[in-house]
């Protein structure tokens, strides 16, 4: 239950960093806001073709009563117009992080330095950040489709069908947006994607404390783009609690160093280096 009210915290405490730094905020609303006009467009052109693609996938209906037909299209049509909708609140953050990498990781890099230091970034090309970073979001989105269809199929089970379904899908999606939001403190500390995960499950009340929040308030768009940014903030400060950065090497005494030389030239014994 700790974990669970830590995870809230730390939601919080990300949009009240962006809060005191506007500057940042405003950086960060720039990838979302791109990611926002690309998803309107789509789900505008979806909703244009969803009566068609139900028609094109439904044809031996065509004999059918026109008042049964109707009702089967009908469905289909909002079922694929609302797993649209699903789609785009799952994939938004891993397209608007995809989007603004390099706006997300110095927003996330700065929250670690004003917060006491970050971990030396990696020293690998950009080109090969990104394509871990599609790679990532690609198998994120393959385990999201995953639990989808297994949901959407228990969806049929009366009664837990319409209470636990809908209350587990809202925990996978907030696990997997978790997952997603850290991707950029984690990588920074090359962490793989299988190592996040696994350190999350470890921590699930915590990831679910911080995941749960965000994916509520991101089902309406356009308030996700303007938490985005607190977001990010506030998955770097969970991943400053799940992989603390270690501590440096300690540099050597040399008053003890001298008194190991000296104890040595007494004893007349040669310290080891």
Not at 165 to 186: I, K, N, Q
């Amino acid at each position: 239950m700790r974990d669970l009210t830590t995870g809230v915290k730390y939601f919080l405490q990300g949009q009240r960093w962006v809060a005191r730094h506007r500057r940042w905020w405003g950086f960060g609303l720039l990838p979302g806001l791109i990611a926002l006009v690309l998803y309107i467009a789509a789900l505008v052109a979806l909703g244009f073709w969803a009566d068609d693609l139900s028609a094109w996938a439904t044809p031996f209906a065509d004999d059918w009563n026109g008042s049964f037909r109707t009702l089967l299209r009908g469905t289909l049509t909002a079922i694929v117009f609302c797993g649209g909708l699903l789609l785009a609140m799952v994939s938004f953050t891993a397209v608007a992080l995809l989007i603004g990498d390099p706006f997300y990781e110095s927003l996330s890099e700065r929250v670690e330095e004003m917060e006491g230091g970050a971990p030396p970034k990696p020293d690998i090309p950009l080109w090969r950040e990104i394509l871990t970073s599609i790679r990532d979001s690609l198998s994120v989105l393959v385990r999201v489709a995953a639990f989808g269809l297994l949901l959407f199929a228990c969806g049929f089970i009366p009664v837990i069908g319409q209470t636990v379904v809908p209350v587990v899908g809202f925990c996978v999606s907030g696990f997997f947006l978790t997952a997603e939001l850290t991707s950029v403190a984690m990588q920074r500390r090359s962490v793989p994607l299988r190592t996040r995960l696994r350190l999350l499950r470890g921590r699930l009340p915590l990831a679910l404390g911080f995941g749960v929040p965000v994916v509520l308030l991101f089902l309406v768009p356009v308030v996700a783009v303007f938490a985005m940014p607190g977001a990010v903030a506030g998955a770097t400060l969970l991943v400053r609690d799940l992989v603390p950065i270690p501590d440096p090497a300690p540099e050597p005494d040399e008053e003890t160093d001298r008194d190991d030389e000296d104890e040595a030239e007494a004893t007349g014994t040669v310290p080891t280096p």
